[in-house]
């Protein structure tokens, strides 16, 4: 583990495009010029502005938001396919920016996986063959890299269909062979771009509960860029939400949910249902609390954990007149959850709040 606790650090990056992008960036920060000033005075376009984050170890980060939004833009300087006009990218502690050419190669071909939204398969090879790419160019024997891909292959749930070409798959199948390409070379970090955008619902849904499944299993540091908030609750431990290449709001799923940043973001969650993302510990009111109330708490009430969600929490209160109790991760009780409160978090989350 690094000494920050951050896999990925990214600080005060801008990137604006264009010929003379020093000269606007100078211009935006120091004189506070808009976008349109920028493209008018400066023929230059502010790609991202002034983004900073950082993602933990072994978290799933979505960035989310519309087309044009810079999200797309952001995740290509964390391998500098996109070298960023000034700020600091930090990997495991290490400065990117600082990367000879060398270096970044290697960071690249073995600590970086990505997976696109077209899912740029070779055509003129098998599934296999496209799996195992990623260990050819690192100069892997040719039968360790057919052990490891067809291991792989097992793991996407492709089992057979190895020796197949790329046209021969449906399209969820293709962005498996994707996804196990880029994990063949048993990257730290996956950065995904729209991965599953172009499948349809059903498909969708189908990789993404996959995705979830694997990430436990293998503990990737991710990256995964999506304009779906849909997808970034279910998928993201936290969701930093862009707009015209700012960073609007950062959060973990409930905290966007519950609490949004401003007018735009609040449009963007009003379809989401609380009872995906508002867990125990936030609607739960103290023992001393309830106590002080209704009196003392009998034996063996029914209990639940603090990061239980609202829908499994109504599911669990079968009883209309007796609470839930909130344990944490030691089994240790540190909440209440009457009727009231499941009634009043749910109220809460519609329109007429």
Known sequence: ???????????????VFGNNSSEALDAIQNQKI????????????????????????????????????GKSTLVRHINRLLEPTSGKILINDQDVMKLDRESL??????????????????????VVDNIAMPLEIRGISKNDRLDVANKILDIVELQGWGNKFAHELSGGMQ???????????????????????????????????EFIKLSKQM??????????????????????????????????????????????????????????????KSIMQSVEAYEKKYGK??????????????????????SKEKPLVVKNSDENVIGVITQADLLKAVIEGSDGE
């Not at 503990?219 to 279910?234: M, N, P, Q, S, W």
Request: glycine share 6%; charged share 25%.
């Open 175 to 209: 962005q498996r062979v994707g996804l196990a390409r880029a994990l063949a070379a048993d990257p730290e970090f996956l950065l995904m771009d729209e991965p599953f955008s172009a499948l349809d619902p059903l498909i969708r849904r189908q990789l993404q509960s």
């Open 297 to 318: 708490l009998w034996d063996d009430p029914e209990s639940v954990h603090d990061n239980e969600l609202l829908s499994q929490l109504i599911e669990k209160s079968k």
């Open 105 to 126: 190669q290697e960071l690249r071909n073995k600590k970086i996986g990505m997976v696109f939204q077209n899912f740029a398969l070779m055509p003129h090879r098998s």
């Open 1 to 15: 583990m690094n000494s920050s606790g951050s896999a990925i650090k990214i600080e005060n990056i801008w990137k």
């Open 219 to 280: 503990k990737k540091t991710t990256v995964f860029i999506t304009h779906d908030l849909d997808e970034a609750v279910r998928v993201g431990h936290r969701i930093a939400i862009m707009r015209d290449g700012k960073v609007i709001q950062i959060g973990t799923p409930e905290e966007i949910v519950v609490s949004p940043a401003d007018e735009y973001v609040a449009d963007f969650v009003k379809g989401i249902s609380r009872l995906k993302v508002v867990q125990a």
């Open 34 to 69: 808009s976008k349109t000033e920028a493209l008018e005075k400066y023929n230059s376009v502010i790609g991202v502005s002034d983004v900073s984050f950082d993602v933990k170890q072994g978290e799933i980060f979505c960035v989310m938001g519309l087309s044009g939004s």
